[in-house]
């Protein structure tokens, strides 16, 4: 369906971006890409919370500052901002003007395409009575294909299916708002640190709808270091895994959404599953494999120790390394399907290929420990600080890079594994054919995973350029001011969400 040309004019955006201690010549990116694509009556709102390295935000506020008012650009800064992004986001839906119909998040990174306007105000005229409209995220990042193709495989093949498509959870970043509808729900909550996920449950079930489109406005940047990346995803599997657990325990005839908002029954478990789905895409259930295989180790060197090796002792690893094998099996078939369509958008040669697939799905096989384990503390309510990944690089030589990223792969399954296979090796007692193929199988894979992580993460050149002469002239020239922010009506406003740190 082609959106009509004057429905295309009647969104009136408020592009909300948050920041905290990121470099200044980043965001300053960011925002002049957001000023090539905005329209005369949008605004721009950037939020700097929880930072007091004033090096870090006076050029923010500076080069905010100095820009002609009619560009509408408002910068503020906040120095305690409680309810992790969520706060911040809050904070911003009681400054936006609110004239403003939608809210588009946007991170510090994500740079807008020529084209992000126009597609945003086409989405919303396609899917007016929608409440979210979600874009894809993708990365522009040199070097690291096979770390952009496994997270965009989230986009190109999980968020890509239909059942997931018309009902999609936001994941942050560009994610179209209608601002009438977030005030309904009563803002953004600070009870996961995904937030993003967290709003878009709470808008199902108050009966709003919400789309995946699937069209690259935008790209941001990848963390520099395969440490800093298992930090970002250890974050994102622990906030989901809060939302789900609150999910699941929420009796689904007690949840606020009135019958009459399903056209049946079918639909209700249509949103059941879509949410389970997008709510469990970096999770894996392996862990409690894992924990049987540390368990079978330490039975098995128990009983050898006290000299009795004739009870059947290794019966329990089978079960273990079936369930290792209906995992790595599930996730390369889901791999090699992966058509990757939101790539050709960018790059209209782009083909795929099994090879590239294969590599992506090798370097899922690095989180493998992180899927299966990370999520485990959220059953006995263990809260985690929501951790900011950083966008700028700090490794100073390929190195000192190679040494950290090599000190944060995940060992586990690979000593686990090398353990297993020495105890059930040709020279052992407890010799089985079978369970030393497996336990040497997934160490060449782990290996092979490690080896293409390091590949992707061996640059130390810088992930943003360094400040031209012109920026700098208007950094020196733009007035030295701050706006200042009174937060006493906002606590007023979301005072149940105790979202102001006033």
Same mark, same amino acid.
């Given at each position: 369906?082609?959106?009509?040309?004057?429905?295309?004019?009647?969104?009136?955006?408020?592009?909300?971006?948050?920041?905290?201690?990121?470099?200044?010549?980043?965001?300053?990116?960011?925002?002049?890409?957001?000023?090539?694509?905005?329209?005369?009556?949008?605004?721009?709102?950037?939020?700097?919370?929880?930072?007091?390295?004033?090096?870090?935000?006076?050029?923010?506020?500076?080069?905010?500052?100095?820009?002609?008012?009619?560009?509408?650009?408002?910068?503020?800064?906040?120095?305690?901002?409680?309810?992790?992004?969520?706060?911040?986001?809050?904070?911003?839906?009681?400054?936006?003007?609110?004239?403003?119909?939608?809210?588009?998040?946007?991170?510090?990174?994500?740079?807008?395409?020529?084209?992000?306007?126009?597609?945003?105000?086409?989405?919303?005229?396609?899917?007016?009575?929608?409440?979210?409209?979600?874009?894809?995220?993708?990365?522009?990042?040199?070097?690291?294909?096979?770390?952009?193709?496994?997270?965009?495989?989230?986009?190109?093949?999980?968020?890509?299916?239909?059942?997931?498509?018309?009902?999609?959870?936001?994941?942050?970043?560009?994610?179209?708002?209608?601002?009438?509808?977030?005030?309904?729900?009563?803002?953004?909550?600070?009870?996961?640190?995904?937030?993003?996920?967290?709003?878009?449950?709470?808008?199902?079930?108050?009966?709003?709808?919400?789309?995946?489109?699937?069209?690259?406005?935008?790209?941001?940047?990848?963390?520099?270091?395969?440490?800093?990346?298992?930090?970002?995803?250890?974050?994102?599997?622990?906030?989901?895994?809060?939302?789900?657990?609150?999910?699941?325990?929420?009796?689904?005839?007690?949840?606020?959404?009135?019958?009459?908002?399903?056209?049946?029954?079918?639909?209700?478990?249509?949103?059941?599953?879509?949410?389970?789905?997008?709510? &469990?895409?970096?999770?894996?259930?392996?862990? !409690?494999?894992?924990?049987?295989? $540390? %368990?079978? +180790?330490? /039975?098995? #060197?128990?009983?050898?120790?006290?000299?009795?090796?004739?009870?059947?002792?290794?019966?329990?690893?089978?079960?273990?390394?079936?369930?290792?094998?209906?995992?790595?099996?599930?996730?390369?078939?889901?791999?090699?399907?992966?058509?990757?369509?939101?790539?050709?958008?960018?790059?209209?040669?782009?083909?795929?290929?099994?090879?590239?697939?294969?590599?992506?799905?090798?370097?899922?096989?690095?989180?493998?420990?992180?899927?299966?384990?990370?999520?485990?503390?959220?059953?006995?309510?263990?809260?985690?600080?929501?951790?900011?990944?950083?966008?700028?690089?700090?490794?100073?030589?390929?190195?000192?890079?190679?040494?950290?990223?090599?000190?944060?792969?995940?060992?586990?399954?690979?000593?686990?594994?090398?353990?297993?296979?020495?105890?059930?090796?040709?020279? &052992?007692?407890?010799?089985?054919?079978?369970? !030393?193929?497996?336990?040497?199988? $997934? %160490?060449? +894979?782990? /290996?092979? #995973?490690?080896?293409?992580?390091?590949?992707?993460?061996?640059?130390?050149?810088?992930?943003?350029?360094?400040?031209?002469?012109?920026?700098?002239?208007?950094?020196?020239?733009?007035?030295?001011?701050?706006?200042?922010?009174?937060?006493?009506?906002?606590?007023?406003?979301?005072?149940?969400?105790?979202?102001?740190?006033?």
């Amino acid at each position: 369906m082609t959106a009509k040309p004057e429905a295309l004019k009647t969104a009136m955006l408020s592009f909300q971006l948050m920041t905290r201690a990121e470099p200044p010549e980043l965001v300053i990116a960011t925002i002049k890409s957001l000023l090539a694509v905005k329209n005369v009556h949008d605004e721009i709102l950037i939020i700097d919370n929880n930072n007091t390295e004033s090096a870090l935000y006076e050029p923010l506020a500076a080069f905010c500052n100095g820009l002609d008012d009619a560009l509408n650009v408002h910068f503020y800064h906040v120095d305690h901002v409680a309810g992790f992004k969520a706060g911040a986001l809050n904070l911003a839906l009681g400054l936006m003007d609110p004239r403003c119909t939608h809210i588009v998040v946007v991170d510090s990174d994500y740079q807008a395409l020529p084209h992000a306007r126009h597609a945003i105000a086409q989405a919303i005229a396609q899917h007016p009575d929608h409440t979210l409209l979600q874009f894809p995220q993708f990365y522009r990042n040199e070097g690291q294909v096979d770390a952009h193709s496994e997270l965009n495989h989230y986009f190109n093949h999980h968020l890509y299916r239909p059942f997931n498509r018309t009902r999609a959870l936001s994941t942050g970043t560009y994610a179209v708002i209608r601002r009438s509808d977030m005030l309904t729900i009563g803002g953004w909550s600070g009870a996961s640190i995904t937030e993003d996920a967290q709003m878009g449950v709470l808008m199902h079930r108050q009966g709003f709808r919400s789309q995946f489109i699937p069209e690259v406005i935008a790209t941001g940047l990848l963390p520099n270091t395969l440490h800093d990346l298992i930090c970002q995803r250890r974050r994102w599997i622990y906030g989901n895994m809060q939302v789900l657990t609150d999910y699941l325990s929420t009796p689904h005839s007690s949840q606020s959404t009135p019958p009459s908002k399903y056209k049946s029954i079918g639909d209700h478990l249509g949103y059941i599953r879509a949410h389970l789905s997008q709510l &469990s895409a970096w999770v894996n259930f392996t862990g !409690f494999f894992i924990l049987l295989h $540390v %368990c079978s +180790l330490f /039975l098995i #060197a128990n009983l050898l120790s006290m000299g009795n090796s004739d009870t059947p002792m290794i019966a329990p690893l089978y079960l273990v390394y079936a369930g290792y094998a209906f995992f790595i099996i599930r996730r390369l078939w889901a791999y090699c399907r992966d058509q990757t369509p939101l790539n050709k958008q960018l790059d209209r040669s782009h083909q795929p290929r099994f090879v590239k697939g294969v590599r992506a799905w090798l370097m899922h096989l690095n989180f493998w420990e992180i899927g299966a384990l990370s999520w485990l503390p959220v059953l006995w309510g263990q809260n985690k600080p929501f951790v900011c990944t950083p966008k700028h690089k700090d490794v100073r030589s390929r190195y000192s890079l190679l040494l950290k990223n090599i000190t944060a792969l995940p060992k586990l399954l690979l000593i686990v594994n090398i353990i297993t296979a020495v105890a059930v090796a040709p020279f &052992s007692p407890l010799y089985s054919p079978v369970l !030393f193929i497996c336990a040497m199988l $997934v %160490c060449i +894979l782990k /290996l092979a #995973a490690a080896s293409v992580a390091i590949n992707n993460f061996t640059d130390i050149a810088s992930g943003t350029s360094s400040m031209n002469e012109t920026l700098k002239y208007t950094l020196r020239t733009a007035h030295n001011r701050n706006k200042v922010v009174t937060t006493s009506y906002m606590s007023a406003l979301f005072k149940d969400k105790k979202t102001i740190d006033s």
